[in-house]
Each structure stands twice: as C-alpha cells, then as structure tokens.
C-alpha cells in the first residue's frame, strides 16, 4: 500500500510562490512516473504536471513556465514549485503515485 501526503498550500498573493511536497510511504517510489493534479470547485480535477522515473517532466499549458515539479527519489518526495500564482491557480492539489492519491493541499490565491 502506498500512502501519500501533501503540505505546502496556502494563501498567496497573485504573483507569489508556494512549493507543494508531498512525502511517500509504503511503495517502490523511484520506478514511478508522478503527477500533480488539481481541482477547483465546480471543475474537474485537471492534471497539472508529471515527472517520470528518468526525471523527464511535462506540464499542462496553463502552468508551463510556471511551475515546476520534481521528486527525490531518497527521500520519496515529490515537489511542485508554484510561480508567478494567478487566481485560477486556486484549487485543491493532489499527488498521485502510480493509482494512489494522496487528500490535497488548498491554494487560494487572491488578493
């Protein structure tokens, strides 16, 4: 069983950063591919970024030059660096390793 967390959201201003982790437990963690994945309410969750387990990464076009994501394979983490936020960034983020999600961190930006 894989267990995941998220830490890391919060209120911004637009404009600002946040930095998403999300630590794993429980599974074989650097052969996996890992994705962020958000939700804003009334929306569908929307995928938002994944890396693969030869660290290529890959991001949805509302995010790109944004955001970046990462992992450390040691310390079965996964990151995702917020930046330059604008109010449509607020939602509920998700990892997601393999088939597991983990309960998600609120963004809300706004001024």
């Known amino acids: 069983q894989v267990q995941l967390v998220e830490s890391g959201g919060g209120l911004a201003q637009p404009g600002g950063s946040l930095r998403l982790s999300c630590i794993a437990s429980?599974?074989?963690?650097?052969?996996?591919?890992l994705a962020w994945y958000r939700q804003a309410p009334g929306k569908q969750r929307e995928w938002v970024a994944s890396?693969?387990?030869?660290?290529?990464?890959t991001y949805a076009g509302s995010v790109k030059d944004r955001f970046t994501i990462s992992r450390d394979n040691a310390r079965q983490s996964m990151f995702l660096q917020m930046n330059n936020l604008k109010s449509e960034d607020t939602a509920v983020y998700y990892c997601?390793?393999?088939?597991?999600w983990g309960q998600g961190t609120q963004v809300t930006v706004s001024s």
């Open positions: 997601t390793i393999a088939h597991n």
């Open positions: 429980g599974s074989a963690f650097s052969r996996y591919t």
């Open positions: 890396i693969t387990s030869d660290y290529t990464t």
